[in-house]
């Protein structure tokens, strides 16, 4: 990993790579130790309001993202 800071507007740049799909995780065995690995993360748990939840459900699958509950 680099030390080097990205810029807001680099960032900005690559996260429309990512929704456009221009981006994808595909090949990345050897992406750096800061990126948690699924095996490695660690499950939480927070109380947020109903309504939140309902909303954050909806703009998930506005997104397309898949929603497990």
């Known amino acids: ?3 080097q800071k990205k810029t807001d507007e ?3 740049q690559e996260a429309k790579l990512w929704d456009e799909r221009a981006l994808t995780p595909e090949g990345w065995e050897d992406a750096p130790d800061a990126v ?4 490695e993360s660690v499950s939480i ?3 947020l309001p ?3 939840v309902e909303i954050l459900k909806e703009f998930a699958a506005g ?3 898949a929603t497990r509950c």
């Open 1 to 3: 990993m680099t030390d």
């Open 10 to 12: 680099t960032l900005a």
């Open 36 to 39: 948690p690995r699924a095996g």
């Open 45 to 47: 748990s927070i109380r």
């Open 50 to 52: 109903r309504q939140m």
């Open 63 to 65: 997104r397309g993202s």
